[in-house]
């Protein structure tokens, strides 16, 4: 069951510019949604969050916009860097439940 | 403080076999992921331990199961493998959510290969 989407399997943008990574979700339960950040041979590691009371967090180049309406929630980052590059998994929590989308490789060229 | 911790990293295995990986929390975690990620896919929900509770289960067959410690340590057991099951096993832990409804993420280890042959 895909509670949680990440529609788009790679992203590639010129370092500098705009990556924005998008995330849908069914479950009108989840009130609590992640970002990790995977490198190859390396475990994720979390990158942001925000809870279903927000619609926007910050945190440096990296901000998470969430549209409870939509049940979509995007990452931006700003501006994007090389070593940017990796596997971004959007997840989505529910009473400590955690679901994973498939991840989006993003690629950031020099 | 140290992370989650996996054994072991690597595991290979022959079709039919049994395959027990193993997944060390951070101290004072009680929940406990497990995670597939096979070649070209996302991370797919195995397993779920809380309090040492089997709280919930992804879509997988009965073949795939687990069990928490009183140490709040776990273990998945793989039966009967078959080739498709080779993959990266990962486990997470993560703070029970409290009273105070504070937010937790969940911190994972570097996982397990499996490659069953």
């Known amino acids: 069951d895909q509670q949680v989407k990440q529609n788009s399997p790679s992203l590639s943008v010129q370092e500098g510019r705009i990556s924005i990574l998008n995330c849908d979700y069914t479950?009108?339960?989840?009130?609590?949604f992640l970002w990790y950040k995977k490198y190859p041979a390396e475990g994720p590691t979390f990158l942001i969050s925000?809870?279903?009371?927000?619609d926007k967090n910050e945190d440096g180049r990296f901000t998470v916009f969430l549209n409870k309406s939509a049940k979509h929630l995007s990452l931006h980052i700003v501006p994007s860097q090389p070593g940017d590059s990796a596997v971004y998994f959007c997840?989505?929590?529910?009473?400590?439940?955690?679901?994973f989308g498939a991840g989006t490789r993003l690629t950031v060229k020099p | 403080e140290a992370g989650v911790t996996q054994s072991p990293t690597h595991l290979i295995k022959t079709r039919g076999q049994q395959a027990t990986l193993r997944c060390s929390p951070i101290?004072?975690?009680?929940?406990v992921y497990w995670y597939q990620q096979a070649l070209g896919l996302g991370l797919q929900f195995l397993l779920w331990?809380?309090?040492?509770?089997?709280?919930n289960r992804g879509n997988f067959p009965p073949r795939f199961s687990g069990r928490q410690f009183p140490n709040y340590s776990s273990e998945l057991n793989v039966n009967a493998l078959e080739l498709e099951d080779s993959a990266l096993y990962l486990c997470?832990?993560?703070?029970?959510?409290?009273?105070?409804?504070?937010?937790?993420?969940?911190?994972f280890g570097q996982g397990t290969r499996l490659t069953v042959v």
């Open positions: 101290s004072g975690h009680t929940s």
């Open positions: 925000i809870s279903s009371i927000k």
């Open positions: 997470a832990s993560s703070l029970a959510r409290g009273l105070t409804d504070l937010y937790t993420e969940a911190f």
């Open positions: 331990y809380d309090e040492g509770e089997e709280r």
């Open positions: 997840a989505a929590s529910a009473d400590n439940d955690m679901r």
């Open positions: 479950n009108s339960m989840f009130d609590y």
